[in-house]
C-alpha cells in the first residue's frame, strides 16, 4: 500500500493537450452510467433486431441453407431502400429510449450540486464540457443506429456483389446521414433538459414527453387550426419525412414539405443550444 | 515583489447596477485577506479574476496575465475553492479529484496520484473512496480543498473556507491553510467575512465597502507599528509617575483609575517602566501592548 506524506508539493510534470481535455467527460460519465444493470440490458437489447436483420440478409442470399433446415421458402422480402428505411425507422425508436435512460445523468448531476464552477475554473471552455457530455451520449446512440445500420448495409454489399455495392452506395450515405442527424438531435434535446430539470427522473419524462406528447400536440394543432404543419412538432414524424426523402420512398404528396421537416431539426437544434447557453454557466446571477 | 494580482481601474456591472468601481491595488504577498461586508464585491472580484466575469472597465492582471486576454493561462495557474457546495455527489472523493485534475491538464496516472495525495493532505485519506453525497459539511470543505490544490496551482483562491464549520474543523482549515503559506508553493488569496480567520493567516488585508477599496495595508506591518502603544494600570500613589515617563520621552495620556496610555519613542525598553514603578513603590496591575486589532481596522475602514 502507498503512503502519502501529508506535505503540499506543486506539479511540475507535463500537462495534457487542451483539445483532448473533453474526453475526460465521457470517459467519466460512461463509468458511472454502466453501474446501471437495467441501462447495460436495455443497451443489448437494442442489437437485437440488427442481429435479426443480419441473419435475415444472410437467410435471404442463402436459400438452400433455409431448405436443408426444412424452413418453408416462399416470396422473400428484398433486401433494398425500403429494408433499410425500416431499420432505421426501427433504431430511431430504440434511441429515443436510450436517450431518456441516458439524457438526465448528463447535465443533471453537475447542476444539482452547482459543480459547474469547479470545470470552467480551469483551463475548459463550456463549448468543451457541453461537446464532452453530448460525446458520449452520442457514442451510445451511434452504437445502435447508424454503425450497426453499415455493418448490415457492409453485409448485404459483401453477399450481393459489388455491382448491387456501387449502385445502392447511396443507401449507406442514407443510413449514415440520416442517423447522425437524428442522433445529434437527440444529444441536444437531452442535454437541454438535463440542464434545465434538475431531478432525473423528471428529465426522462420530460425527453420521453418531447417526443409523445408533442405527437399529441401536433395532431390536436392539426385538428384545431386545419393545417397539417402541427406535425412539425411530432419529432418522429419529421424524422420519418427526412428518412422518406433519403431512401427515396417520398410519396407523391406529403403533409408539409421536406424541407420544412429538415427546418423543424434545425429550429430544435438552435433553441437545445440556446436553452444550454442559459443553463451552463459558471454561476448564476440572481435578480 | 512581483505582484500576484493586479487591479488596474477594475470595473463589473450587473445589469444597472455597479458591484465593483474602479478598484486599482497591487496585491504582492504570500496570503492576501479579502474582508468586506456582505454584498461588499469580494465574490464577484474573486469570479471575474478567475474569468467568470467579464469586467466592465479596466482590467486585472494575474501574475501578469490579462484576464481579458488570457483567461486561460490564469485558469492553469490558479485553484479555486468556490464558497458554496459544489461536487458531484455520487462521485467518490478520489474520483472527483482526480476528474478535476485531469480538467487542470494532469496526465490520468499523475492525476489519480496527486488525487491521493491531495486527499490525504488535507485530512481525508480514510474516506477517500466514500461518495460525496454521504460528507458532512467540514468533510465536503476540505474535499473542495483537496480539487482546488490537486494540480499545484500557484495562486490558491479561497471562498469563505471556513463557512459552517464547527470549531475544531475550522482550526483545521485554518491550520492548513497556515501550512500551506509556510510551504512557500503557493499564494493564497482568502476572502472571508470573518476576521479572525483572515487575521491568522494573512498578510496584507484588502476591504471592500459597496464595491470600492477602502483599506488596504500589510497587517505584518501595522501589527510591528503597533507595538509602540502600551496600555498599563498601576496601583499605588501614582504622583510624578507619568511626568517621569514623559521625562524618557514617552507620550502618555492618562484614562483614569491608575490607567495610562502611552505612546514609545523608538529604542525605548519596556523595562524602564518597570525601574521606575519599583523606584515609586507601584503595582503594575497590568501592561499590554496595544494592537489595532483587525476588527479595529475593519470598523475604521467601515465608517470612512
Known amino acids: 500500500m502507498a503512503v502519502y506524506k501529508r506535505t503540499y508539493k506543486a506539479y511540475e510534470g507535463a500537462l495534457t493537450p487542451a483539445w483532448s481535455r473533453f474526453l475526460i467527460l465521457p470517459r467519466s460519465a460512461y463509468g458511472r452510467l454502466m453501474q446501471s444493470k437495467f441501462l447495460v440490458m436495455y443497451l443489448v437489447s437494442c442489437f437485437f433486431f440488427p442481429l435479426g436483420c443480419a441473419a435475415f440478409i444472410y437467410a435471404t442470399h442463402n436459400l438452400s441453407f433455409l431448405t436443408a433446415l426444412n424452413i418453408p421458402t416462399g416470396p422473400v422480402l428484398k433486401v433494398n431502400n425500403t429494408f433499410f428505411q425500416f431499420f432505421c425507422g426501427f433504431q430511431a425508436g430504440m434511441a429515443v429510449l436510450l436517450t431518456a435512460f441516458v439524457g438526465p445523468g448528463l447535465v443533471a448531476p453537475d447542476l444539482a450540486n452547482n459543480a459547474l464552477p469547479l470545470y470552467f475554473c480551469r483551463p475548459f471552455t463550456r463549448a468543451q464540457y457541453i461537446f464532452g457530455k453530448m460525446s458520449l451520449l452520442l457514442a451510445m446512440l451511434s452504437a445502435i443506429t447508424w454503425v450497426p445500420g453499415?455493418?448490415?448495409?457492409?453485409?448485404?454489399?459483401?453477399?450481393?456483389?459489388?455491382?448491387?455495392?456501387?449502385?445502392?452506395?447511396?443507401?449507406?450515405?442514407?443510413?449514415?446521414?440520416?442517423?447522425?442527424?437524428?442522433?445529434?438531435?437527440?444529444?441536444?434535446?437531452?442535454?437541454?433538459?438535463?440542464?434545465?430539470?434538475?431531478?432525473?427522473?423528471?428529465?426522462?419524462?420530460?425527453?420521453?414527453a418531447v417526443f409523445f406528447a408533442g405527437a399529441g400536440f401536433g395532431t390536436a394543432v392539426n385538428a384545431i387550426v386545419r393545417t397539417q404543419y402541427g406535425s412539425l412538432f411530432d419529432l418522429r414524424r419529421v424524422i420519418g419525412f427526412v428518412f422518406s426523402q433519403l431512401f427515396r420512398e417520398l410519396p407523391p404528396t406529403t403533409e408539409v414539405p421536406v424541407s420544412d421537416a429538415w427546418t423543424a431539426l434545425a429550429v430544435t437544434s438552435v433553441l437545445c443550444l440556446w436553452l444550454l447557453s442559459k443553463r451552463v454557466k459558471p454561476f448564476e446571477v440572481v435578480k | 515583489m512581483t505582484p500576484i494580482v493586479e487591479l488596474d481601474g477594475l470595473g463589473?456591472?450587473?445589469?444597472?447596477?455597479?458591484?465593483?468601481?474602479?478598484?486599482?491595488?497591487?496585491?504582492?504577498?504570500?496570503?492576501?485577506?479579502?474582508?468586506?461586508?456582505?454584498?461588499?464585491?469580494?465574490?464577484?472580484?474573486?469570479?471575474?479574476?478567475?474569468?467568470?466575469?467579464?469586467?466592465?472597465?479596466?482590467?486585472?492582471?494575474?501574475?501578469?496575465?490579462?484576464?481579458?486576454?488570457?483567461?486561460?493561462?490564469?485558469?492553469?495557474?490558479?485553484?479555486?475553492?468556490?464558497?458554496?457546495?459544489?461536487?458531484?455527489?455520487?462521485?467518490?472523493?478520489?474520483?472527483?479529484?482526480?476528474?478535476?485534475?485531469?480538467?487542470?491538464?494532469?496526465?490520468?496516472?499523475?492525476?489519480?496520484?496527486?488525487?491521493?495525495?491531495?486527499?490525504?493532505?488535507?485530512?481525508?485519506?480514510?474516506?477517500?473512496?466514500?461518495?460525496?453525497?454521504?460528507?458532512?459539511?467540514?468533510?465536503?470543505?476540505?474535499?473542495k480543498l483537496a480539487q482546488a490544490i490537486v494540480h499545484g496551482p500557484r495562486l490558491l483562491i479561497l471562498d469563505e473556507p471556513t463557512n459552517g464549520l464547527d470549531p475544531p474543523a475550522r482550526t483545521r482549515m485554518i491550520r492548513l491553510i497556515q501550512e500551506m503559506r509556510e510551504s512557500g508553493e503557493m499564494h493564497l488569496l482568502i476572502c472571508s467575512h470573518l476576521l479572525r480567520d483572515v487575521e491568522e493567516t494573512c498578510e496584507e488585508v484588502l476591504i471592500l465597502k459597496?464595491?470600492?477599496?477602502?483599506?488596504?495595508?500589510?497587517?505584518?506591518?501595522?501589527?510591528?507599528?503597533?507595538?509602540r502603544?502600551?496600555?498599563?494600570?498601576?496601583?499605588?500613589?501614582?504622583?510624578?509617575?507619568?511626568?517621569?515617563?514623559?521625562?524618557?520621552?514617552c507620550h502618555c495620556e492618562s484614562t483614569g483609575a491608575g490607567r495610562l496610555k502611552m505612546t514609545l519613542p523608538v529604542g525605548f525598553e519596556v523595562r524602564d517602566i518597570y525601574r521606575l514603578a519599583a523606584a515609586r513603590d507601584l503595582q503594575l496591575r497590568r501592561l499590554n501592548y496595544r494592537r489595532d486589532t483587525l476588527e479595529e481596522i475593519f470598523l475604521k475602514a467601515m465608517e470612512s
Open chain 2, 210 to 227: 459597496q464595491g470600492r477599496i477602502v483599506h488596504f495595508s500589510n497587517l505584518e506591518a501595522e501589527r510591528a507599528a503597533n507595538q
Open chain 1, 150 to 208: 453499415l455493418i448490415l448495409f457492409l453485409i448485404q454489399s459483401s453477399l450481393a456483389g459489388a455491382g448491387w455495392a456501387r449502385e445502392n452506395s447511396w443507401i449507406g450515405s442514407s443510413i449514415f446521414i440520416g442517423l447522425l442527424v437524428w442522433d445529434v438531435v437527440l444529444c441536444l434535446i437531452a442535454l437541454a433538459l438535463s440542464a434545465w430539470i434538475k431531478w432525473r427522473i423528471a428529465a426522462g419524462g420530460a425527453i420521453l
Open chain 2, 12 to 143: 463589473v456591472r450587473f445589469g444597472k447596477r455597479d458591484i465593483l468601481k474602479d478598484l486599482r491595488v497591487s496585491l504582492s504577498g504570500r496570503t492576501i485577506g479579502l474582508l468586506g461586508p456582505n454584498g461588499a464585491g469580494k465574490s464577484t472580484l474573486i469570479q471575474t479574476l478567475v474569468g467568470f466575469v467579464r469586467p466592465g472597465t479596466g482590467t486585472a492582471r494575474v501574475f501578469g496575465h490579462d484576464i481579458r486576454r488570457d483567461p486561460k493561462p490564469i485558469r492553469s495557474l490558479v485553484g479555486y475553492m468556490p464558497e458554496n457546495d459544489s461536487f458531484i455527489s455520487e462521485m467518490s472523493a478520489v474520483s472527483f479529484t482526480r476528474m478535476m485534475g485531469e480538467l487542470s491538464g494532469l496526465p490520468r496516472d499523475a492525476a489519480l496520484e496527486r488525487a491521493h495525495e491531495a486527499l490525504f493532505y488535507v485530512g481525508l485519506g480514510e474516506a477517500r473512496y466514500r461518495t460525496l453525497g454521504t460528507y458532512s459539511l467540514g468533510m465536503k470543505q476540505l474535499a
Open chain 2, 229 to 249: 502603544f502600551v496600555e498599563l494600570e498601576a496601583f499605588g500613589q501614582q504622583d510624578g509617575f507619568a511626568e517621569a515617563l514623559t521625562g524618557l520621552g
